[in-house]
């Protein structure tokens, strides 16, 4: 794993990463194509996280970044859930940078057009494209995407009150609506069909869940003291855990998910799939590593953890 900090920010680069970039730019071989698409792909989504992470510190919050599977997850890590308003901003600020660094390189191509054929020709090319794409399927109203967070954040400033079932069943729409239209526009297409069929199993699931909790009477002073606690839990054992790792203690590290895992909460176990996650990437378990972090991503996937 490839560790580094931009300002403020801690980025961290999982081996994965770079392996689903080359599994989307497999048609362009081995040679000097992969290796610019690769980086264009990396400049990108780093781009694109920035935008979250620095609108997350104007907001107070302690941002880092991680470049995971298909895509990065940038956690804000605030003391307690932001209001709708700002989620809606922290949600936007991601495809507007990955948008601003897409229409400076078309800027540069206009005002300096390189050769055809030329290195600097693809990367201008697919800088591009990629910014612009990648933005503007983020846009989707899909939860988890930006797009998703957005919505939810502008249903519950309408509402006033929790409304991640109704954003989830929504989201399930939307995806099936995208299928459909990229079917029909494209025809059938496996690798976006799988993303999408993901994006509608995982709003189903979240779509009941969330329903069932917000039957439930709870107080809102209480929910939010219940919530900056679970975070403390999680920040309290995550400096744990890293210490651990750092002496290559795993057995310390396993006991501080363990704790995690006890405590109940999306939080508390989302946070313990991924520190089992990397303790067992530290231990040289690839495999395990990548179904436990699947896991965990699956689970933390509400508006205020994760953008």
Excluded: C
């Amino acid at each position: 794993m490839l560790r580094f900090k931009i300002g403020p920010f801690p980025v961290s680069v999982y081996p994965w990463f770079f392996l689903s970039a080359i599994l989307l730019g497999a048609g362009y071989g081995f040679g000097w194509r992969m290796a610019a698409w690769i980086s264009v792909v990396f400049v990108s989504v780093l781009v694109h996280e920035l935008g979250h992470a620095i609108i997350g510190r104007a907001f107070g919050g302690r941002p880092e970044i991680r470049l995971e599977a298909f895509g990065g997850v940038t956690f804000p890590q605030f003391r307690s859930r932001p209001r709708p308003g700002r989620q809606f901003i922290l949600s936007f600020a991601g495809p507007v940078a990955g948008l601003l660094l897409g229409l400076l390189a078309y800027g540069i191509v206009r005002a300096l057009p390189p050769e055809r054929g030329s290195v600097s020709a693809f990367l201008m090319a697919q800088f591009v494209w990629v910014s612009i794409v990648w933005a503007a399927f983020n846009l989707l109203p899909i939860l988890p995407l930006d797009g998703g967070n957005m919505m939810l954040a502008f249903i519950e400033g309408v509402r006033r009150k929790p409304s991640v079932a109704l954003a989830s069943w929504i989201s399930l729409v939307m995806s099936l609506v995208v299928a459909g239209a990229v079917t029909l526009i494209f025809g059938p297409d496996p690798f976006a069909l799988l993303w999408l069929g993901l994006f509608a199993l995982q709003n189903f699931q979240r779509a009941r869940a969330a329903a069932a909790h917000e039957r439930t009477d709870v107080a809102p002073g209480a929910a939010a003291a219940e919530d900056a606690v679970e975070r403390a839990d999680v920040a309290a054992a995550m400096e744990d855990a890293r210490s651990a790792l750092q002496r290559r203690d795993f057995d310390a590290a396993i006991a501080a998910s363990v704790r995690l895992e006890s405590g109940g909460g999306p939080f508390r176990q989302a946070a313990a799939l991924r520190l089992r996650a990397g303790i067992e990437l530290a231990r040289g378990d690839n495999e395990s590593a990548a179904m436990l972090a699947g896991q965990s991503f699956s689970i933390w996937q509400s508006a205020d953890a994760a953008v």
